[in-house]
């Protein structure tokens, strides 16, 4: 009898780390599209991770620090919100790097259009360089979709 209630027991156990797994796994949907480097899962690039219903959103970059170069980093960011069905007004955080801070600053009018005065919690940090050798700009998204 006691052998049977051990193996009750053990089975119980087993059952419960399992669902304990399964709880604490978070499911991930990963998206690419466009460039074939962004595809490349070698490089350790994704484009977006979508989990529950927060997006995590890859650095977009531009060559200068010019309204034109601003205005095509939140073109290409609005571009992956509007795949889920978001807009700016669903960012919650936004972190900027670049490597000229005084001329973000002189041109931030060129970002403050794609939020409608609705902004994120933002932390901006000046680097000596991004990853890609030429770019003096990356900015990286947090959204939040509804429900």
Not at 18 to 47: M, R
Not at 94 to 109: F, H, P, R
């Amino acid at each position: 009898m006691r052998k049977i209630i051990l193996l009750v027991l053990v089975f119980q156990l087993a059952f419960l780390a399992s669902i304990c797994a399964q709880e604490n796994t978070i499911q991930k949907e990963k998206w690419h599209w466009g460039d074939p480097l962004k595809q490349d899962t070698s490089a350790g690039y994704v484009q977006v991770v979508k989990v529950d219903n927060v997006l995590y959103i890859s650095g977009a970059v531009a060559r200068d620090v010019t309204p034109e170069g601003i205005t095509s980093v939140y073109k290409a960011l609005e571009r992956s919100l509007k795949s889920f069905g978001a807009t700016f007004q669903n960012v919650v955080k936004e972190n900027l790097y670049t490597t000229d801070m005084e001329a973000m600053k002189k041109y931030n009018d060129s970002r403050k259009v794609f939020y409608k005065g609705d902004f994120p919690a933002a932390t901006w940090i000046q680097v000596a360089r991004l990853f890609m050798h030429d770019a003096r700009l990356e900015v990286e998204l947090v959204a939040h979709l509804p429900k």
